[in-house]
């Protein structure tokens, strides 16, 4: 038996929603293979796209294979894994999270669904902590899951889903320079003062309600960030340039994605989209950076 499947990129954070919010890209992602051998054992056997370890133990998708197979038992057949990398690592659209959850899935479907998608999240969540450094799931998550999702906790993961309105696209331009998330997480603060923590919380109820209710102009005035973007955006060329771009074209939003370096924008509409895309490009055009840029449906 074998089984290819797409393993979703994803936007992570969403502006206001550091850690607990991410979003589903359905037309960036990876590719990847599973086989049922009759050899037993685990083993990664081929991987284009990307330079990445086979052991087992240091490959973000075997490490989350491996906590499927931890939970389920061993099968009484061998699995071969091809990894077909598409998103480039480091690049802020959920890498890692693409490969944890890919992973976990594939071996899921290989022995017949024994656990739930959310049951999944855990195992995807290990795979993703050996690259990131930490457990966090707002990639996994709406990889995993599809459309947006909010980690409403972490102890235990209280996932939500929310359905995403019709016709939002994102844009995102990725700079070809890498940031790793740890170097980005390195910058950030413990502590927040509580008059940004109220402006957050504010806007994360507001992205959540513009979701829900398809309330476009609701989840553009709610894509702001007065937490994470002002310690962040350093570390991304010509990153005021490029939101100002995105905003004059007439995105709903734009900022950060995930760790960055890339960034985003989310549109109404596939054509506003596509003046987005570039709005962005010229901007980033002059910059002398080689970026590339995609257009998604969410
Ligand atoms: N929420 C994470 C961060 C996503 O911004 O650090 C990146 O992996």
């Keep these: 038996t074998e089984l290819k499947l797409f393993a979703p990129a994803s936007i992570a954070n969403l502006n206001c929603g550091f850690d607990v919010i991410g979003v589903c890209l359905q037309a960036i992602g990876d590719e990847m293979i599973f086989r049922k051998v009759a050899e037993k054992g685990l083993r990664i056997t081929k991987i284009t796209g990307a330079t990445l370890p086979f052991e087992i133990d240091k490959n973000v998708?075997?490490?989350?294979?491996?906590?499927?197979l931890d939970e389920v038992g061993e099968p009484d057949f061998g699995i071969e894994i091809e990894i077909h990398k598409k998103i480039r690592a480091g690049s802020g659209i959920g890498s890692s999270s693409a490969s944890a959850s890919g992973a976990?899935?594939?071996?899921?479907?290989?022995?017949?669904?024994?656990?739930?998608?959310k049951e999944l999240l855990n195992a995807a969540m290990?795979?993703?902590a050996i690259a990131s450094g930490c457990e966090h799931a707002d990639n996994v998550a709406p990889c995993m899951l599809g459309n947006f999702t909010l980690i409403r906790g972490y102890g235990p993961l209280d996932v939500v889903e929310i359905q995403a309105p019709n016709e939002l696209f994102a844009v995102v331009l990725h700079p070809q320079i890498e940031l790793k998330t740890a170097d980005a997480r390195a910058v950030l603060e413990p502590n927040i003062s509580l008059?940004?923590?109220?402006?957050?919380?504010?806007?994360?109820?507001?992205l959540v309600a513009g979701l829900c209710t398809q309330d476009y102009a609701l989840i553009g005035r709610s894509l702001q960030d007065v937490v994470i973007e002002p310690l962040r955006k350093?570390?991304?060329?010509?990153?005021?340039e490029l939101k100002s771009a995105a905003l004059h074209s007439g995105a709903l939003g734009a900022g950060i994605s995930g760790a960055g370096p890339s960034v985003f924008a989310l549109c109404k509409g596939i054509s506003q989209a596509e003046k987005t895309a570039f709005a962005m490009s010229q901007a980033y055009l002059e910059t002398g950076?080689?970026?590339?840029?995609?257009?998604?449906a969410i």
């Design 61 to 68: 998708a075997g490490v989350a294979a491996q906590a499927v």
């Design 234 to 240: 350093g570390l991304i060329p010509f990153f005021d």
């Design 195 to 206: 008059k940004s923590a109220i402006t957050q919380w504010g806007n994360v109820g507001g």
């Design 289 to 296: 950076i080689a970026f590339d840029i995609h257009i998604s």
């Design 126 to 128: 290990k795979g993703e």
């Design 104 to 117: 976990a899935f594939g071996i899921n479907a290989l022995l017949g669904y024994p656990l739930s998608k």
